[in-house]
């Protein structure tokens, strides 16, 4: 969580920019050309303050921590590690709220909260899926032998049934109900599924399982019940650890692999739309989104939230024509500079105008492009954020890398 006292920070850039034009008075140097800023850059460090982005941190098990997940409130948060201890505690204070020691004789491999039903579902290494109660934390319905290894991931089939979850292990899917038990298992794939997701969770119909030789399948309840797939994209050599659906109704999925990229692939036609590298060195185990459905990839390493292309292109655009508005009205009318002149007058913050009526007097008219140039340089970020030629910068550099990760954006603040 970030946070910033606005008062204090534009009156300490107020300052910063007294003691500049301090300096510089009666010049008309651009602040572009010279040595001295006055604005810094700062680097966001973790754990540098108590508003830092990590909100708090505790050691929750004897040993590693397994699994965790958020109930569907978000309110309460989940965590199970390899003491076989499960916890619930407060979101925003990390306060545990009740715990219970897990009957689970094997490690713990995944779990996931239901979304409808008060039902938190782990799975372990020996093939099997224990059903809990959030509320109480009490064991209510246990489904053995889903498959003959490890469970590697959970989906929920609400929208068909609350009660029905799709789990793939081996080589392999299994269909199943809490109450009654398998219902369902899939043909041998040959090929370990590593992970699995639904396309749209308003209509479970359609799977997408990463595959740990590379590549990822399309299931289709209607078509044969989930026995087999009925597509496969191949992405490369690297497993597809993590997979997730955008939510965005465009029936594409997000797919994490093991050499650190991150595809946007389309769920109809197979076609991989879009290409994301999370790391060169690390594997991407980990996918959610956030609340505005923007991605986030994790690895063993780093958290990236990534913004999207097109709400970049979006603002560039915008600027883009706002100045050819501004260039075209001032061919209209290239000789009236007082207008300019008090255009910029009206702009200045209230505290520091006087000190620029005693400076435009040694401004030469002939100069007054190269003022507003100035004044855009040095107030951009305190009257119009959104005109500010570094943000301009950093948004045209982000464009051309390719690279929207928001750790890198903070970077450049």
Not at 371 to 395: T, Y
């Amino acid at each position: 969580m970030i946070t910033y006292d606005p008062k204090n920070l534009e009156e300490e850039a107020r300052n910063l920019f007294k003691a500049f034009r301090n300096d510089y008075k009666g010049q008309t140097k651009s602040v572009m050309n010279t040595d001295r800023k006055w604005w810094r850059v700062e680097k966001l460090k973790i754990h540098a303050t108590k508003d830092s982005l990590i909100q708090w941190k505790t050691k929750r098990h004897k040993g590693s921590c397994r699994a965790l997940c958020f109930d569907p409130s978000g309110s309460n948060i989940f965590t199970a590690g390899s003491d076989n201890v499960l916890k619930c505690a407060n979101s925003v204070t990390g306060k545990v709220l009740y715990k219970v020691v897990l009957d689970i004789k094997s490690r713990i491999s995944k779990m996931i909260v239901a979304p409808t039903k008060p039902l938190i579902l782990i799975g372990d290494e020996s093939g099997n899926v224990h059903v809990y109660d959030q509320r109480t934390l009490k064991k209510l319905h246990f489904i053995e032998n889903c498959h003959g290894d490890a469970v590697n991931g959970i989906v929920s089939l609400a929208s068909t049934n609350e009660n029905e979850f799709v789990s793939c292990g081996s080589s392999s899917l299994t269909h199943f109900n809490v109450k009654s038990g398998i219902i369902a298992e899939s043909e041998d794939q040959e090929d370990e599924i590593m992970s699995v997701t639904v396309v749209d969770p308003d209509n479970c119909e359609v799977l997408m399982c990463g595959m740990s030789e590379g590549g990822v399948s399309v299931w289709n309840k209607n078509s044969n019940n989930f026995d087999s797939m009925i597509r496969k994209t191949k992405t490369g050599e690297d497993s597809v650890d993590s997979v997730i659906g955008t939510l965005k109704g465009d029936s594409c999925v997000w797919a994490g692999t093991s050499g650190g990229l991150v595809h946007l692939i389309h769920s109809k036609n197979g076609k991989i739309l879009e290409t994301r590298e999370h790391s060169k060195t690390d594997d991407v185990t980990f996918l959610d989104l956030d609340y505005e459905y923007r991605l986030i990839t994790c690895g063993t390493d780093r958290v990236r939230l990534w913004g999207e292309l097109q709400d970049v292109e979006k603002e560039e655009d915008e600027e883009e024509q706002e100045e050819e508005e501004e260039t075209t009205e001032e061919e209209e009318d290239p000789s009236d500079s007082s207008d300019s002149t008090n255009d910029i007058e009206t702009d200045l913050p209230k505290d520091i105008s006087s000190e620029y009526d005693e400076n435009k007097s040694s401004i030469n008219s002939n100069d007054d492009s190269r003022v507003v140039s100035d004044r855009s340089a040095l107030l951009g970020d305190i009257d119009n954020p959104s005109e500010s030629i570094q943000k301009k910068k950093r948004r045209k550099a982000i464009k051309n890398s390719g690279n929207f990760v928001l750790d890198s954006f903070f970077a450049g603040l």
